[in-house]
């Protein structure tokens, strides 16, 4: 039997002890109880020297757990210390086997009991939260119905995603996590709250040491271990079933540098922490006068999640991913120690956290990123629909003229951001929402769209485009991207990034077209974005080889009523996967897909989310998680376990136990 588990077994589960519910120190030959009065949070300020980092450390990354601080808390004897300890060279086979194939849950015999619960929270420094559902208000189940706040929730479900990325679990997701907490008015059969697929606890961190903490518990344990900043991702990698969760949400310094120098780089850079949000990012960068790249979304957190599967920005097409911006990083990793990923510093690890996926190999604090100088922009918006004056004909002809010129406009720095939609039988309209033409003028703008809008009027499409010119890319994002719609359980969605070789051969473009065509007439919804992210000179990282050949990312949703019955759900889910998208993949074999934004049953995800880059990346986490401390669904290294439960027959629910196969 190990030491770690005779130690606990003795101190914490046996009930032959006295310890089960009582958490002690010793001093001075005296035992007393361990509690937030005789036990301080574990915690060192450490010499900032001693860091591999190029840019100073923000002060919650010089408050980091240390050897020191567990040897002394060795010294005073604390009750279950082990818990809490950096990885060691155990055996991983034996590991394994003490915790069979299954990460720990509520009932298992490692679950940590209450006392040990408030045992983490007192060295966390009162950062651990049990889950209480965002909705819960609109319940009895844990006895805070209020139905003032329920009417707020509902209201604002969909359309505010601002109010739960401040809340330490809600996500995007909830289908993935199984619906169990939504207000009434979204979901009529719900009857009751609970926490579902939602983590049972989370540490709202502040500092390094409380990851590290939270790391080293939940290895040490063998808990699910997520991580969440804001939620955005589509594939519900933020939620688990009796998870522990590390929210990064408050890790919000920021620090610019005028003239930074890392590597072969001299220039402006930020240091921002891994919680800064798109919006935040946006206005730093304004006021010291720069540009940074980020998503259009301005509730999402660029510089977690994001940035890490590699993220697309308006300004792609410029300076290519928001990955590519990436100079160095802090980074908590699986063994529960503190480093510094840069070209220089684990250059490995550094290669595979600029794209390789999110919840994967470690817990990113902090990035530094390229900064540009102050560009102006011009938008375009307009709108057409099939009616009295537009055919359905002119309508697709219409938009094939569009297709036809995405090269030209990608090779001009643009992105178009757009959609098309079925509005009725035989009915379809599309809106521009915006054409973002970063570093040009209005004129510039109109002389490069004039072709395809006199292509529109020859076709007997009329348009009224309007036109509006910025001094500032921020002014820009601001008017032409709103709040993102968030936490739908009636939608699934997928994608897929189309090569530019498809737009250098006509037949390939033709079944290309008629591919997007073909799934918008049969009722999906489609969103678009011509872009192309392989500007000259383009870093090597883990990006997706997909991203550096396309000129259309291309998101596909299925919709559903949600008081429909199960069997017409399942239809509208499969019919995702399985008819429509297989209808693009048919057009572009061997492509990929944007893993953040990405279908959460993926044929093939290996291949369609990492592409070449793949077998290096596995190898690379088999060295920095051996473990397996960080999973999250379709990361890398997630094909070795599965989910216990499936919702509608193939979709793994996060409200069930994650094993390994």
Known sequence: MSSLRAFVIAAVFSPLFHLVEAQTITVDNVTISANESTVAPAVAIVDTRNSNSTAELFEGETLQLTDAVLANLTDLKLTNVTLFSFQNESDLAETRSRFGKCKTYPGDFFWPTKPIWKLFDILLGDALTKTVPYASPCYHSFKDYDAAKCGFIANNWINGSIYHTEDPTSVNA??????????????????????????????????????????????????RLVIKNTGHDFSAKSVGMGALSIWTHGLKETRFFKNYREGSYQGPAFKLGSGVQAFEAYEAARKNDVTIVGGEGSTVGVMGGFLLGGGHSPL???????????????????????????????????????????????????VVVKAYPKIKVTTMIYNFATGPDLTVDQFWAALRAFFDGFVTYTDAGNYEYFRISKVGEGQFATDMGPWFAPGMSKAELEKLVGPLLAQFEALGVHVDPLYTEYDDFYDAWLASFPIEPFASNAIRQASRLFPKSNWQDSAKLNATFDAIKSVVEDGGYFLGFNIAPAPKGYPDNAVNPAWRNTVLHAILASMWNATDSEANIKAASDRLTFDWMKRWRDVTPGAGSYMSEADYIEPDFTQAFFGSKYQRLYRLKQ????????????????????MSEMILGNLPSQNSKLCRK
């Open 174 to 223: 909830v289908l993935f996590e199984g619906s169990t907490c939504m207000p009434p008015a979204l979901l009529p059969s719900e009857k009751e709250c609970s926490t579902g697929g939602y983590p049972a606890y989370s540490v709202a961190v502040r500092n390094v040491a409380q990851i590290q903490l939270a790391v080293n518990f939940a290895r040490n344990l063998n808990l």
């Open 316 to 366: 792609s097409s410029l300076y290519g991913m928001g990955a590519d911006q990436v100079l160095s990083m802090e980074v908590v990793i699986a063994d529960g120690r503190f480093v510094t990923a840069s070209a220089k510093s684990h250059p490995d690890l550094f290669w595979a956290l600029c794209g390789g996926g999110g919840s994967t190999y470690g817990v990113v604090t902090s």
């Open 623 to 642: 060295q920095y998680d051996p473990f397996s401390v960080f999973y999250a669904h379709t990361a890398v290294g997630s094909e070795d376990w599965h």
